[in-house]
């Protein structure tokens, strides 16, 4: 009888290890799968921008004068406040010249964000492309060298196609190497500039014709044009704006550096600054996350500390939600402009956080009060009416921080790659 147990257990044992095989086998590839698929996510969020990536991004502005395109360098590592910017110059296109000036310093922007109203168009484009934005400013940030190279090699490919030269809008030339820089076998710079450096001519064109052949087809740059414009040529020109001194930006082909016209910088910004080298301060970041942790530790300290603060802001807003229900409850936004007051999506964006509390008085008995020689009226039993008025929150900053939130436009991959649709509107 023992024998015969022990028979059929061995049975057993010998039924199951087959079963037990079949489903280590059918485990281990879900497991790898899982780990191969972590993997490849920390890879992404650590790689850089490759080449293609970064020609891509700067096709579109290549060809734009020196100091309008490192305005919109500078300008796109703030996503938020660009948008912001985009809709205060739809609502006032009026406004131009010293007018603008003055109004630019209500604003807290960053001074390259400000400096691009003066040319609304470029703000238009950088609102209907907002992931492209998105990932050229953090190109900037990451690979701020490959950028620019990428610039120069764009403008020597349509140089070589025909499609680059001096016309009565902008001048074409080749820099000359700086004291102290040793240019033997290097090529020069292409510089483009305005012929006057008070009017400006957004150029307009196809970056997969200009250009020549396109070397990067799973790369394709987007075509971006005014609403209602019609090119001319292969390269064609918006109409001439006036800036004054709003556009101070430059680059430093030699060195590889973003720089600033400190003269025309103080002028517009009503300052004093002297370093002409441009830095990113993440202060005007918002909450919009850098792309690696490498960008998050460089600059993400700072941006830790608005996010906290945002963070109390809605917490207080919260709090004060607990009134709503209140008849007493008085609303008014007197730290906003009147074309804006009336703005739905910034009142909730605000959250209703200016509120003037004003606590209801108990009714109170005649024989509780009692009335001194200057008929003042004295109530012993009951608390000294006063007028609750929480802290007002900076709304404008409010509504960056939640704007922050829902930001993530829609990216298209292609063999690891971005695609832009083509000049499709895509605004928030």
Same mark, same amino acid.
């Given at each position: 009888?023992?024998?015969?147990?022990?028979?059929?257990?061995?049975?057993?044992?010998?039924?199951?290890?087959?079963?037990?095989?079949?489903?280590?086998?059918?485990?281990?590839?879900?497991?790898?799968?899982?780990?191969?698929?972590?993997?490849?996510?920390?890879?992404?969020?650590?790689?850089?921008?490759?080449?293609?990536?970064?020609?891509?991004?700067?096709?579109?502005?290549?060809?734009?004068?020196?100091?309008?395109?490192?305005?919109?360098?500078?300008?796109?590592?703030?996503?938020?406040?660009?948008?912001?910017?985009?809709?205060?110059?739809?609502?006032?296109?009026?406004?131009?010249?010293?007018?603008?000036?003055?109004?630019?310093?209500?604003?807290?922007?960053?001074?390259?964000?400000?400096?691009?109203?003066?040319?609304?168009?470029?703000?238009?484009?950088?609102?209907?492309?907002?992931?492209?934005?998105?990932?050229?400013?953090?190109?900037?940030?990451?690979?701020?060298?490959?950028?620019? &190279?990428?610039?120069?090699?764009?403008?020597?490919?349509?140089?070589?196609?025909?499609?680059?030269?001096?016309?009565?809008?902008?001048?074409?030339?080749?820099?000359?190497?700086?004291?102290?820089?040793?240019?033997?076998?290097?090529?020069?710079?292409?510089?483009?500039?305005?012929?006057?450096?008070?009017?400006?001519?957004?150029?307009?064109? &196809?970056?997969?014709?200009?250009?020549?052949?396109?070397?990067?087809?799973?790369?394709?740059?987007?075509?971006?044009?005014?609403?209602?414009?019609?090119?001319?040529?292969?390269?064609?020109?918006?109409?001439?704006?006036?800036?004054?001194?709003?556009?101070?930006?430059?680059?430093?082909?030699?060195?590889?550096?973003?720089?600033?016209?400190?003269?025309?910088?103080?002028?517009?910004?009503?300052?004093?600054?002297?370093?002409?080298?441009?830095?990113?301060?993440?202060?005007?970041?918002?909450?919009?996350?850098?792309?690696?942790?490498?960008?998050?530790?460089?600059?993400?300290?700072?941006?830790?500390?608005?996010?906290?603060?945002?963070?109390?802001?809605?917490?207080?807003?919260?709090? $004060?939600?607990?009134?709503? $229900?209140?008849?007493?409850?008085?609303?008014?936004?007197?730290?906003?402009?009147?074309?804006?007051?009336?703005?739905?999506?910034?009142?909730?964006?605000?959250?209703?956080?200016?509120?003037?509390?004003?606590?209801?008085?108990?009714?109170?008995?005649?024989?509780?009060?009692?009335?001194?020689?200057?008929?003042?009226?004295?109530?012993?039993?009951?608390?000294?009416?006063?007028?609750?008025?929480?802290?007002?929150?900076?709304?404008?900053?409010?509504?960056?921080?939640?704007?922050?939130?829902?930001?993530?436009?829609?990216?298209?991959?292609?063999?690891?790659?971005?695609?832009?649709?083509?000049?499709?509107?895509?605004?928030?």
């Amino acid at each position: 009888m023992t024998n015969r147990i022990a028979m059929t257990a061995r049975r057993f044992a010998l039924c199951a290890a087959p079963l037990v095989l079949v489903s280590s086998f059918a485990t281990a590839p879900v497991r790898a799968q899982d780990v191969s698929a972590q993997t490849q996510s920390q890879t992404q969020n650590q790689a850089s921008f490759s080449q293609a990536q970064i020609e891509q991004l700067v096709a579109p502005i290549a060809l734009y004068p020196d100091s309008l395109l490192s305005q919109i360098l500078m300008a796109s590592t703030y996503p938020l406040e660009v948008v912001e910017a985009a809709r205060w110059s739809r609502d006032n296109p009026a406004i131009k010249g010293q007018a603008l000036q003055s109004a630019m310093q209500a604003q807290s922007w960053d001074p390259s964000v400000k400096a691009l109203t003066a040319v609304p168009q470029t703000l238009e484009m950088m609102n209907d492309q907002l992931a492209w934005m998105e990932e050229l400013g953090d190109a900037l940030l990451a690979q701020q060298r490959d950028v620019l &190279n990428a610039v120069q090699k764009l403008r020597a490919a349509a140089q070589a196609a025909g499609n680059l030269q001096s016309t009565p809008q902008q001048i074409v030339t080749a820099a000359s190497a700086p004291a102290g820089v040793v240019a033997a076998g290097v090529p020069r710079p292409i510089v483009i500039e305005p012929v006057n450096p008070g009017v400006y001519y957004v150029p307009v064109y &196809n970056p997969a014709l200009v250009y020549g052949a396109w070397d990067y087809p799973d790369y394709p740059p987007f075509s971006w044009s005014p609403a209602g414009f019609v090119a001319s040529n292969i390269l064609s020109f918006g109409a001439g704006v006036a800036v004054g001194a709003a556009i101070w930006g430059g680059c430093d082909w030699w060195h590889n550096n973003v720089i600033i016209n400190v003269n025309q910088y103080n002028i517009f910004n009503h300052t004093n600054i002297a370093n002409n080298v441009w830095a990113h301060d993440p202060m005007h970041r918002g909450n919009v996350p850098y792309r690696n942790a490498a960008l998050a530790q460089r600059f993400g300290r700072t941006n830790d500390v608005a996010a906290r603060d945002a963070f109390r802001d809605r917490a207080d807003a919260q709090h $004060d939600d607990l009134y709503r $229900d209140r008849p007493d409850v008085q609303r008014d936004h007197p730290d906003l402009g009147p074309d804006v007051q009336h703005d739905d999506s910034l009142r909730r964006a605000e959250g209703d956080a200016d509120r003037r509390i004003e606590p209801v008085m108990p009714d109170r008995r005649d024989d509780e009060v009692r009335r001194d020689d200057s008929d003042q009226a004295v109530n012993p039993a009951t608390p000294e009416h006063r007028e609750v008025a929480p802290e007002r929150n900076d709304a404008r900053r409010q509504f960056m921080r939640s704007r922050a939130q829902v930001f993530r436009p829609e990216r298209g991959a292609i063999a690891g790659g971005f695609h832009f649709h083509g000049a499709g509107r895509d605004r928030l």
